[in-house]
């Protein structure tokens, strides 16, 4: 019997260490983790440098409210803003935290420049970005917003791909267009670059801003620090959080300039944002994932998982109908029974988590051995012939 509210549906496993790629079970068994938290483990479990830096910083001190300076925190912003387009950076502590600052920053921009109405943000219909009250109005899903109305306004939606819509949508009243650059929840539905670069093309001509949610996409997970990098389009706002963390609770949101100087004193706030155990954390995993060679091999992984599951998709033409993604963040589609085929890659002991769209979603941490994914090939090879 539990005690906890019943609004997750839960796997009936508990686990008691991990180390690595790895989970240990309760009862001893050794699971594959190639869930990795929703993307969040993103230097495995209990790694080494990450528990260095957090122990080292909990002997130091936990908690300073933000009237005052945290050196850790400006020292991980400062690494964020040299890495990416950003100019300045808010931390929070969560994804869904990060994109209703995003959303804030957005119409505080308009309302500081004297055009306060414009303040609807235009989102992918079906999309996902958290679950707070505004974050699940934004994603226009039915299923997310049931019985949670009055419905929170200012968001407009367009289908995922259909660019006339996208145009159609856009009103004198449009602040924003935010989108997952790699849909994660969606089922994994990457933008192309050149898709990128026409959105950013559009936003500059309507003079309406670009907010790319990396929250699940981000931090290395698509073999780029940054899902957008590679199309070299510059967005305004960015929302992070997931990977960031390596585990520990964290979330933030990237600026420009032109921007961020609208959030003056008292604009926004956060008792836990930005909290000396979350960057201390924050710092490592920047330190490990924003190294060229690390996301170069991030890079050659995926090469190798992809190529492989292609290959698989070949051999089993009636159950895999499509592999997708970018770097670490893959998808597996598939025409069967989405949760009887996680459950079997579970028996065989591969941990894995759906998304949309009948899709398997696969999450290994960065830093996972070519021979763990190996070992993972093997599985879904295995569960496929047994289909
Ligand atoms: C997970 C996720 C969020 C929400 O993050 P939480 O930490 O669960 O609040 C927002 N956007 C995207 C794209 C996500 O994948």
């Not at 925190?73 to 300045?88: I, Y």
């Not at 808010?90 to 309302?111: D, H, L, M, P």
């Not at 109305?149 to 145009?167: C, Q």
Request: positive net charge; contains cysteine; glycine residues 8%.
């Amino acid at each position: 019997m539990s005690f906890l509210a019943n609004n997750y549906n839960r796997k009936k496993i508990s686990f008691k260490k991990g180390i690595g790629s790895y989970l240990i079970a309760k009862n001893g068994k050794k699971y594959l983790d190639f869930c990795s938290g929703i993307a969040v483990n993103s230097l495995g479990h209990a790694n080494p440098r990450l528990v260095k830096a957090l122990n080292k910083q909990a002997k130091k001190v936990w908690h300073v409210s933000n009237a005052f300076i945290i050196p850790e925190g400006e020292e991980l912003a400062k690494k964020l803003v040299k890495k990416t387009f950003a100019d300045s950076v808010i931390f929070q502590n969560s994804g869904t935290e990060a994109t209703e600052v995003a959303i804030k920053v957005a119409r505080r921009y308009f309302y500081s420049i004297g055009k306060p109405k414009k303040n609807r943000i235009l989102c992918v219909k079906n999309s996902f970005h958290g679950r707070t009250i505004a974050a699940i109005f934004a994603s226009g899903s039915k299923k997310m917003t049931e019985g949670f109305g009055p419905k929170v306004s200012g968001f407009d939606h367009f289908t995922f791909g259909d660019h006339e819509s996208l145009k159609k949508k856009i009103t004198k009243n449009t602040a924003a267009i935010m989108v997952e650059t790699i849909m994660g929840e969606g089922g994994i539905k990457v933008i192309p670059d050149w898709c990128l670069k026409d959105l950013r093309k559009l936003c500059n001509k309507k003079k309406i801003l670009l907010i790319l949610d990396e929250v699940q996409c981000g931090i290395g997970r698509s073999g780029d620090f940054f899902a957008f990098e590679n199309s070299k389009v510059k967005p305004d706002i960015v929302p992070i959080a997931k990977g960031i963390g390596g585990g520990f609770p964290m979330g933030a949101v990237l600026m420009n300039k032109k921007v961020s100087k609208v959030m003056v004193p008292g604009t926004h706030g956060s008792t836990f944002g930005g909290n000396p155990l979350a960057m201390s954390v924050g710092n490592e995993v920047m330190n490990i994932v924003s190294n060229k060679k690390f996301l170069n091999n991030v890079k050659n992984l995926s090469k190798y998982f992809l190529k492989n599951l292609n290959n698989l998709k070949e051999k089993y033409p009636n159950i895999i109908k499509q592999i997708r993604g970018k770097g670490l963040l893959i998808g597996i589609q598939i025409y069967k029974d989405q949760n009887l085929f996680i459950k079997k890659l579970m028996e065989n002991k591969l941990l894995t988590i759906k998304a949309a769209e009948n899709v398997i979603r696969i999450l290994p941490p960065l830093n996972v051995k070519k021979k763990e994914i190996e070992i993972a090939l093997k599985i879904i090879d295995k569960v496929c012939s047994t289909f």
